[in-house]
């Protein structure tokens, strides 16, 4: 088993940078992909961000990609999420989650991951 929790959501103005943490506890050696997903009121949750286990292969969802950059320090076991040029349509829930299998370009999906936080609020005013 492996147990993640998210922190740094917080209230920033539009504009504005945030970093997010996930930090991952238990069996984190087996651990290979992990993922940020965000999900706002009424819509699905979709995805961010995923990076492989050696920091590598790196993707982003088109809506963040030149703003957002995703990060793992597997010494810490902490993953982290920069957001910079923040807007108000950013405005979610993020959760980080985790798998055992590598994906290439295939980690976008929710149903790809098997661990999962409990969630960070970033709320982005305008």
């Known amino acids: 088993q492996v147990q993640l929790v998210e922190s740094g959501g917080e209230l920033v103005q539009a504009g504005g940078s945030l970093r997010l943490s996930c930090a991952a506890s238990?069996?984190?050696?087996?651990?290979?992909?992990m993922a940020w997903f965000r999900q706002s009121p009424g819509k699905e949750r979709e995805f961010v961000a995923q990076i492989s286990r050696n920091g590598v292969n790196i993707y982003y969802a088109d809506a963040v990609k030149g703003r957002f950059t995703i990060s793992r320090d597997n010494v810490k076991n902490t993953m982290y999420l920069q957001m910079n040029s923040l807007k108000p349509e950013d405005t979610a829930v993020y959760y980080c989650?985790?798998?055992?299998?590598?994906?290439?370009?295939?980690?976008?999906?929710?149903?790809?991951?098997?661990?999962w936080g409990q969630g960070t609020q970033v709320t982005v005013s305008s």
């Open positions: 989650a985790a798998d055992q299998r590598a994906y290439y370009g295939s980690g976008y999906l929710p149903s790809a991951y098997v661990y």
């Open positions: 238990g069996r984190t050696f087996s651990v290979a992909s």
